[in-house]
Every structure is written in structure tokens, then in C-alpha cells.
């Protein structure tokens, strides 16, 4: 693989010019001491000529076919006459603009437009090791404002459209096709095509790779961005050349599929498959990733008021590829209209917006506090994310943060929430009412081994001691890699920060893991109480719960509470903490207030 990439996808075309010299011409040069009369023969005999390089002095000067028909005809004709004894050097005007012919394009046109307004359009002379050259100021300007046009269009990594030309030909295409549609149907009436043979005028192909971002953090950007020109070249390998295809950002591509059958699309989609799980090659490396491909159809596509055709196209490709991803990856899928479409386009539109709320922290934390059963103050308080969208309203998290937990994006968020709720916590502190917080860890945070060094390096920026700070895993998040999560729960525990075992109950936890990991704190999960006032055998199960954490020498919550005879129950049978609707609703910081003594009948 080409070790710098980038660098040749940014100029994709030959033909490019960025410096001076590829857009001069030769100059031809005279002497400043040729008679005028001479240059005006040259110019009538060769009416391509635009220009002369004089020569004088040392110093090179621009004489233009305009300058010599404006100074020999004169005011009343009688210029040639006045001028029969003068040379060049009569003639030239002052201060030509001679630049170097490495100069780049943008460059030249500051140092064009820098010129007083009387020299500004004239050509410029061009110097290079071999011979003056001469290029005209409106080539300088017409080649700028293509690559200004081509820049807005395609992706200077890839050389690919990007979104904006993607849908902007896209629409036009559509509205081609529609148009066709539209004049056949009016002059035949074919008979309806096979299903499996069907022609379907415009496909989608949504294309995700997946596990991109792990290997963009962990190898670096520079690695990430080799392999991203790699996979756009198979991807250009493999789609017709009639398609468009385009970069939408990130590691997401889009096919714009013409004239295409259903079993066309679906080919085209599997070779892309297929393309991406061959190892990208990279510094000595072998890096193996994989693909999701969305299909979408036109022929498939509900009637929308809300959405353009290809929007609808592009939401249900997206939801698509969301279904290929949460049946394993690796693999194509189409959504089949059996009750998909509506919780699928959700995730598709929660998807897409979530590019705009983590690019601009549209996020929020709330806290809600958890009661010490013996005293009736509250012993600490959960961070909670909370995401309200322009389009989508309020979005739970338990929407949105399997969805980041897919893109990578859960990274940049956690180490956003863990930064804000040290920030907190710091303000608390500086107010005079410290409250120790909790904070909610992904498995694939746990799994980054990027969690202690956040969290260390938080702690250090807003000066507040370990002991506020506690994390709370997931049993599945434990489960997933055991001697990594108990090696960087030993870190934290050592750098004094809190662990708890979160949502306890829901997973396939044993009394050995909870000997193994080094926890402060097991959390019951909601659904285990949600009874206990009720029935026996609930109560009878919680208490065993109970029983066993304190032999274990934890500390242990109740989650979920929401009647005051849970509270009782979970008083007599030991709970230390508890937390829920009973207790108080998550709010934000300034709302949160200290309670009077909760008396626990």
C-alpha cells in the first residue's frame, strides 16, 4: 500500500494544475532594444500572439498585443508615425508581476489581486530554471474556481463524490428516471416483468465497515485513512461504471445503482462483502475488517410527503445496514416489510442525528440521588445521559446508546461524561456539599483499556479526589474479557476510585464473579424488586442477595423503588442504598437539593 495515500487521493485528476507553471505557455523573448516597428509586424502576421517578454536591464517585462495596438494607434491614429524611431523599451509598461512557476494557484491569485487595480488583469510572467513562461490572469481564476467547485464536491481523501454531490446528481437521476417512467407509461403498456427479473431504475447501497473505528484508534488516523483509500478503490472495483459512488463521511459509503434489478443489486452488494474481508495491508500489518450493506429499491419505496425520493432511499438503505449489523456483520441485508421498517428507520434516523449531536455535545447529564437507608440523606448520586433532538425530541438512552456502542461513538461520548461529571463534582466540592457520583461504563470502554487513563486524567484536571468518582460496569461487560476487566478494575480500585456491579441479576453472574472482581458495591436490578411487597418469594430471594454481598463485604443498592413498602421490606432485610421514583427523579445539578431525613416506616 502506497505509505502516504492521502496525499495522492487529494488530486485524483492528471489534469489538475495547483502550480503556476502547469498552466503557463511558452513566452517568446526579445530584446528591449528591437524597434517597434518590428513587434508590430510580429503581431499582425501572428494574431494567436498574445504577448512579448522584453528583456532589459537585467529585468523582465510584459509588452501585451493590447498595449502595443493602444500606444501605436495613439489618440488620433498617428501612434505608428510618432513611434517609427522607438524601441520596445520605449514601449513596456512599468512593474510587470514575475512570480515563480512553483508558486501555488492560490498564492498567485493573492498576489495577483494584492496588484494596484490598473495592473491586476494583466498576464504574469512566469519564471522556471529553463526559460520565462506567461500565464493569463483569468486562467489563474478559471482554474481556482474549478478546483474551489471540485473541493466542495468530492472528499480530498478519497478522490470519492461526497454527500453533497451525491445527492445532488442523485435527485437529478431520480428525477430523469421518473420522468422516463412517465413518458413510456404514457405510449406502452408492457406486460409486468417477472418479479426476479424485474428492473428497478435506482438502487441504494448503504456501506458501513465495521470495526473501522477500533483500528482507527488503536493504529492511529494516518493508518485509518490508508485503509479508507483502499477500501474506496475496491469499492470502485466493484460497482459499475454508470453508478455513483460517494463518501458520506467517516467510514459510510453510498451506491447510486442505475437501471438495476433486485438479483444486480444484491450481486453488487455481496462482492462489496467480499471485498472488504480481504486483509488491508498496512506498515507490516495485516488488518482485517468487514462490511454491512444496506439495499434499497426504488420500486420498494412507500409513497412520503416528508422525504425527496432519494432520502427516502438513503434512510431505508441505512436502516438496512443497521439490520445487517445487528444480525453479526459481515453480510447484506434488505429490510422485507414485515414490521421492520418503522423501528429500523427509527434506529436509522437516531443514527444520523447522533453524527450531529456528538459533533456538537448535544448531550446532558442528569443525576439521580440514592438513599442511605439508615441515615435517610442521600450517600450519592448516578450521572445519567440524557439526549433531547431537534428532530427526534427527547431520545432514550437505551435507544441511542446501543447505537454509539455500534459506531465507535461511545468512546468520544464516555470521555465527554466522564470529563462533566469531574466537573461536577469539582463544583459540588467548591460549594461546600460533596457528593460522591456515580458514572455508567460501557463494555467497550471497559474493553479499550483508554478507561483508567480517562478517568485518572479527569481526576487530576479538575483536582478532586478519587473517593467522589464511582464506576458502574455491567455483568456483561465483565463477562466479555475477565482478566481484562478485573486488570483495569484493580487500576481503579488502587487509584481509589469506586466500583459497582450494575443491573445485577440480568446477566449470567455466579457467586465466583462476584468473588473475583474487586467491587465495592452490587446494584440490584429493578426487575428484582419490583414484587417484594408482594410476594414472598421475591423478598425471600432478595434477602439472599443481600445477605451474600455483605458476606462478600460489599455495599449493597437497590434499584427501582417506587413504593414506600419496598422501602420498608428492603430496610428489614439489610439493603444499605437505594435508589428510584420513590427516592427522587433524575434532575439536573441545579435542581438537586439535599432532602430533609427520609423517616423509612
Not at 409513497?303 to 444480525?327: F, G, I, T, V, Y
Request: aromatic share 4%; net charge negative.
Amino acid at each position: 500500500m502506497n505509505p502516504h495515500p492521502a496525499v495522492r487521493r487529494q488530486l485524483p485528476r492528471a489534469d489538475r494544475a495547483t502550480r503556476l507553471v502547469d498552466l503557463s505557455v511558452a513566452a517568446t523573448l526579445i530584446a528591449s532594444d528591437t524597434p517597434a516597428t518590428h513587434i508590430d509586424r510580429m503581431f499582425r502576421s501572428d494574431r494567436a500572439l498574445r504577448c512579448l517578454v522584453v528583456k532589459r536591464s537585467g529585468t523582465l517585462s510584459l509588452l501585451s498585443r493590447d498595449h502595443v495596438e493602444y500606444t501605436l494607434t495613439g489618440r488620433l491614429g498617428y501612434g505608428r508615425s510618432i513611434h517609427t524611431r522607438s524601441t520596445v523599451g520605449d514601449l513596456v509598461p512599468d512593474d510587470t508581476l514575475v512570480v515563480p512557476g512553483h508558486t501555488e494557484l492560490a498564492e498567485a491569485a493573492q498576489l495577483i489581486l494584492d496588484q494596484p487595480e490598473s495592473r491586476r488583469y494583466r498576464d504574469v510572467i512566469v519564471m522556471t530554471d529553463a526559460a520565462p513562461r506567461v500565464v493569463s490572469v483569468s486562467q489563474v481564476f478559471q482554474r481556482l474556481s474549478e478546483d474551489f467547485r471540485y473541493a466542495a464536491l468530492h472528499d480530498p481523501l478519497t478522490g470519492l463524490p461526497n454527500r453533497r454531490k451525491f445527492q445532488d446528481r442523485g435527485t437529478a437521476l431520480l428525477a430523469a428516471a421518473a420522468l422516463s417512467a412517465a413518458v413510456t407509461s404514457a405510449v406502452t403498456s408492457p406486460a409486468k416483468p417477472a418479479a426476479a427479473d424485474r428492473r428497478c431504475t435506482i438502487g441504494v447501497l448503504y456501506i458501513d465497515l465495521d470495526g473501522f473505528k477500533a483500528i482507527n484508534d488503536t493504529f492511529g488516523h494516518r493508518i485509518g485513512d490508508e485503509i479508507l483509500v483502499d477500501f474506496a478503490d475496491r469499492l470502485r472495483d466493484h460497482v459499475r461504471d454508470s453508478d455513483v459512488l460517494a463518501r458520506l463521511g467517516g467510514d459510510e459509503f453510498a451506491a447510486l445503482l442505475l437501471d438495476i434489478s433486485e438479483g444486480e443489486a444484491a450481486d453488487i452488494a455481496q462482492r462489496i462483502v467480499t471485498a472488504a474481508a480481504a486483509p488491508f495491508a498496512s506498515d507490516g500489518h495485516l488488518l482485517y475488517l468487514s462490511a454491512s450493506v444496506g439495499i434499497a429499491l426504488l420500486n420498494d419505496m412507500p409513497d412520503d410527503s416528508d422525504l425527496s425520493p432519494l432520502e427516502a432511499l438513503l434512510r431505508e438503505a441505512d436502516a438496512a445496514m443497521l439490520k445487517a449489523k445487528n444480525a453479526g456483520r459481515h453480510q447484506v441485508a434488505r429490510l422485507d416489510g414485515r414490521g421492520e421498517t418503522a423501528p429500523i428507520a427509527r434506529n436509522a434516523s437516531i443514527r444520523r442525528r447522533l453524527q450531529h449531536a456528538v459533533a456538537s455535545q448535544a448531550f446532558t447529564l442528569n443525576f439521580q440521588p440514592q438513599l442511605d437507608i439508615r441515615s435517610g440523606q442521600y450517600s450519592a448520586v448516578e450521572a445519567l445521559l440524557r439526549w433531547t433532538d431537534e428532530e427526534l425530541g427527547s431520545v432514550p438512552p437505551n435507544e441511542f446508546i446501543p447505537i454509539m456502542e455500534l459506531s465507535g461513538d461511545i468512546h468520544r461520548v464516555g470521555r465527554w461524561v466522564i470529563d462533566r461529571v469531574c466537573e461536577q463534582a469539582r463544583l459540588w466540592v467548591d460549594a461546600g456539599v460533596p457528593r460522591r457520583i456515580a458514572l455508567n461504563v460501557s463494555p467497550l470502554q471497559l474493553a479499550a483499556l483508554t478507561l483508567v487513563p480517562d478517568l485518572t486524567a479527569a481526576l487530576a484536571r479538575h483536582g478532586i479526589p478519587a473517593r467522589l468518582i464511582q464506576v458502574e460496569i455491567t455483568e456483561s461487560s465483565a463477562i466479555a474479557d475477565m482478566p481484562r476487566a478485573i486488570d483495569q478494575l484493580n487500576q481503579l480500585r488502587a487509584a481509589g476510585i469506586g466500583i459497582a456491579l450494575d443491573d445485577y441479576g440480568t446477566g449470567h453472574s455466579s457467586l465466583a464473579m462476584l468473588r473475583a472482581l474487586p467491587l465495592n458495591v452490587l446494584k440490584i436490578d429493578k426487575s428484582f424488586v419490583d414484587d417484594i411487597d408482594t410476594s414472598t418469594s421475591d423478598a425471600l430471594l432478595v434477602g439472599g442477595l443481600i445477605s451474600t454481598a455483605h458476606a462478600l463485604g460489599l455495599t449493597v443498592t437497590a434499584e427501582g423503588i417506587e413504593r414506600m413498602a419496598q422501602l420498608t421490606i428492603l430496610r428489614d432485610l439489610g439493603c444499605d442504598t437505594v435508589q428510584g421514583f420513590l427516592i427522587a427523579r433524575p434532575t439536573t445539578p441545579g435542581e438537586l437539593v439535599a432532602p430533609d431525613v427520609v423517616e423509612v416506616a
